[in-house]
């Protein structure tokens, strides 16, 4: 059982910055991939950012130019830094972790709120 921690929510006025942290409880050497989604009232989970065993990162068109995904593999954590926040980026941020055994493990989600 791999266990998923995120951090870093909170209150944003338009504009500003966050940094969401997401920590996973095996080293990132058995991790296949981990992606940050999110999930705004009434609205289904939508991925926000991924990363690859290798490094490599995909991001929709939701994040693309504003978000970032970049881990530290000394603390097994993976990071999502989100610039120039909207208002419709309010949602529920969730941590997904996909071990080599295809089994994917979820955090307890953090809230993050743009608004003025």
């Known amino acids: 059982q791999v266990q998923v921690v995120e951090s870093g929510g909170g209150l944003v006025q338009p504009g500003g910055s966050l940094r969401l942290s997401c920590a996973a409880s095996v080293s990132i050497e058995n991790i296949f991939a981990m992606g940050w989604y999110r999930q705004a009232p009434g609205k289904q989970r939508e991925l926000v950012a991924g990363i690859g065993s290798g490094g490599s990162t995909n991001y929709p068109d939701s994040g693309k130019g504003r978000f970032t995904i970049f881990r530290d593999n000394a603390k097994n954590t993976v990071y999502l830094q989100m610039n120039n926040l909207k208002p419709e980026d309010t949602a529920v941020y969730y941590c997904?972790?996909?071990?080599?055994?295809?089994?994917?493990?979820w955090g307890q989600g953090t809230q993050v709120t743009v608004s003025s």
């Open positions: 997904r972790v996909v071990n080599r055994g295809n089994s994917e493990y």
